[in-house]
Nanobody, 128 residues
Framework: QVQLVESGGRLVQPGDSLTLSCVGS????????MAWFRRGSGTEREFVAGINWSGATTFYTDSIQGRFTMSRDNDKNAVFLQLNALKTEDPATYYCAASETWPHPARGLVREDEYEYWGRGTQVPVSS
């Protein structure tokens, strides 16, 4: 069982930067493939970014490519999402997820049903 707790969400302006954090309770945190998803108002939850156990391989959805960066620190049982150049289409609740599934080499893990553990989310509202 893995407990995930996200933090760092706050009201931001377009163009702002923000770092989200997620801390996990697992003893062997490094074995989990980790990801960030988000759900905006009236939309379904969507994949944002994923990272392998070492942090060497990351995958991003096209809409945030080049603006968001995911990283991890296994010594701290944490993953991070750096959000830069925030746009008005980025407001959402951002969720951290962990998977025990071996990632696909070409795309990582992008489906919700590929993840066993979820945090409760942290909100990132963007003022227009």
């Amino acid at each position: 069982q893995v407990q995930l707790v996200e933090s760092g969400g706050r009201l931001v302006q377009p163009g702002d930067s923000l770092t989200l954090s997620c801390v996990g309770s697992a003893r062997l945190f490094a074995k989990y493939y980790m990801a960030w998803f988000r759900r905006g108002s009236g939309t379904e939850r969507e994949f944002v970014a994923g990272i392998n156990w070492s942090g060497a391989t990351t995958f991003y959805t096209d809409s945030i490519q080049g603006r968001f960066t995911m990283s991890r620190d296994n010594d701290k049982n944490a993953v991070f999402l750096q959000l830069n150049a925030l746009k008005t289409e980025d407001p959402a609740t951002y969720y951290c997820a962990a998977s025990e599934t071996w990632p696909h080499p070409a795309r990582g893990l992008v489906r919700e049903d590929e993840y066993e553990y979820w945090g409760r989310g942290t909100q990132v509202p963007v003022s227009s």
